[in-house]
């Protein structure tokens, strides 16, 4: 199997760190980046060199992902886990982490691959992994994040990373999302539990297991979701079915699976959802970590969390990649969980260390506000919203250049400056505006982040600019045949909307090729 260009620089990076001399290594891929894939590659280096290995991992569907992957690397392996046919004279073992713990069986020798190392790694059976000094330990994870007492950095000494998520978009091997936050839920009466840091399930349960909200969320996913296939997160197994309920009322078919639910029933309603026949399930706890199905593309956040790790990994079901569909979006409807605000988008998953996250600034990490109308969450500087057409009362202000440190790097800065400075080459020499896109994207392998297009050709958008720019992209639109809109677009690129422009970067550079 051939690795993506990212994948490849991570294991070699990997291998750096490991003849660093480091052995318990953490290593940060976004889901959907191919955390399992880049496991295989090394796994198959590993078996390549006459040495042994095992992958530990928690949850049944993810013995099947992780045996199949390795299938496709030709690596030889048996499984330890209830159910499944053992090998134990093959050089790696796929193991369950609470069969190893039922069994009082031995880790098996050889270098240690630990799946969702964020949660796995705190098992009582792995803690005697990490008083081995020579044996070498690769914990993978999409969220690198942790509450409680318990920190990773108590049993990491480093942090590998892959592609921060924004990249990942960019570069079209995620998919955008778009984002809802409805009126919050009042959770004053819900506590936090003193051992996992996060909301009590019964109080979440009974504060917001109330039909008005539940019709809700069948309300909104006819209105903005409608024939997608999506996953609803809930608080328990009541709340989960009430809201199934919901949706079979008005004839949506929606299924409920929980923790009790069997693995074969389970693997029934992933090919229903697949195919179709039950585009919805309502869950409780189980679909946030270990669940493949790159065709969903809606979200419905009813679950209040204040666990940045199980934030992300709920966002992450939606972000996959689905050439089969046509995928170009997923959708987010945040049920006044607060999460959002509490935690940002997807992209906003920037700067990730192995310290406690610490909100910082980026390019794709921009200030963002709900819109009144649709409830859309959407980028602070916008006028319009981009899903309902609405007058959001924004102000459209420059933001001063020195200011711009506070949410680029140096590296950053270089390129934003660099991509500019192309917009005004495009400008200058009559070139579509596309072309300044698909230089950079050439030159840095991905595209420019939308808001850097926003006054990059002129300083004074006075009268004469606009003038001026108009009739530069009118006479383009008339030598390659585009209609008044495309001039409008690139008008408002230019001109309107604030950072963000209603054409993304991506959109420009196609258009060029037309």
């Not at 392996?77 to 004279?89: F, L, T």
Request: charged residues 25%.
């Amino acid at each position: 199997m051939q690795l993506r260009d990212y994948q490849e620089q991570l294991v070699h990076d990997l291998r750096l760190a490991i003849a660093q001399g480091y052995r318990r290594i953490l290593v940060y891929l976004p889901t959907g980046g191919g955390k399992t894939v880049v496991a295989s590659a090394i796994v198959q280096k590993i078996v390549e060199k006459g040495n042994r290995a095992n992958f530990i991992l928690h949850r049944d569907p993810l013995v099947t992902q992780t045996s199949e992957k390795f299938a496709a690397f030709d690596i030889p392996h048996g499984i330890i886990k209830s159910g499944y046919p053992e090998n134990p004279q093959a050089p790696v073992q796929i193991c369950g982490v609470q069969t190893l713990d039922a069994r009082n069986l031995p880790i098996p020798p050889g270098i240690t691959l630990i799946d969702e190392a964020h949660s796995v790694s705190f098992y009582r059976k792995l803690q005697e992994l990490f008083l081995e000094p020579d044996r070498i330990i690769l914990g993978f994870t999409a969220t690198p994040f942790r509450r409680g007492k318990q920190k990773l950095t108590d049993l990491y000494q480093i942090l590998v990373k892959g592609p921060e998520p924004d990249l990942l978009i960019r570069q079209g091997h995620l998919s955008p999302g778009r984002y809802f936050a409805y009126s919050e839920i009042d959770l004053s009466s819900v506590g936090i539990s003193r051992r996992s840091g996060d909301y009590k399930g019964g109080d979440l349960q009974r504060a917001l297991n109330f039909q008005a909200l539940n019709q809700r969320v069948v309300e909104e996913y006819q209105l903005i979701a409608a024939g997608r296939q999506g996953i609803i997160f809930t608080c328990g197994i009541e709340h989960s079915k009430a809201i199934r309920d919901e949706f079979e009322a008005v004839g949506i078919p929606c299924a409920h699976i929980d923790g009790e639910t069997p693995n074969t029933q389970r693997r029934k309603l992933y090919a229903a959802q697949k195919s179709g026949d039950v585009p919805l399930i309502s869950s409780v706890e189980t679909l946030t970590e270990g669940f493949d199905q790159p065709s969903v593309s809606w979200l419905g956040i009813v679950r209040p969390t204040l666990s940045h790790a199980l934030h992300v990994q709920m966002l992450g079901r939606g972000a996959r990649a689905c050439a089969a569909i046509k995928k170009t979006d997923f959708i987010v409807s945040d049920f006044g969980t607060g999460n959002l605000q509490r935690f940002g988008r997807l992209e906003d998953q920037v700067n990730v260390t192995l310290q406690p996250p610490r909100r910082s600034k980026s390019p794709s990490e921009a200030p963002t506000k709900i819109c009144g109308n649709c409830s859309a969450v959407i980028l602070a500087w916008r006028i319009v919203c981009p899903e309902c057409q609405a007058d959001t009362g924004a102000v459209i202000e420059d933001v001063p250049e020195e200011h711009l440190c506070e949410y680029l790097s140096d590296e950053e800065l270089a390129q934003r400056h660099h991509y500019r400075r192309l917009c005004r080459l495009a400008y200058e020499r009559r070139y579509k505006p596309g072309w300044a896109v698909l230089s950079y994207r050439d030159r840095y392998g991905c595209f420019p982040a939308d808001w850097w297009s926003f006054g990059a050709v002129f300083k004074e958008r006075d009268d004469d600019a606009r003038a001026a720019y108009q009739r530069y992209l009118q006479a383009l639109a008339t030598q390659h045949g585009h209609d008044l809109r495309w001039v409008e677009r690139y008008m408002t690129v230019e001109f309107g909307e604030g950072y963000r422009a209603e054409v993304s970067a991506q959109e420009m550079s196609e258009s060029l090729c037309r």
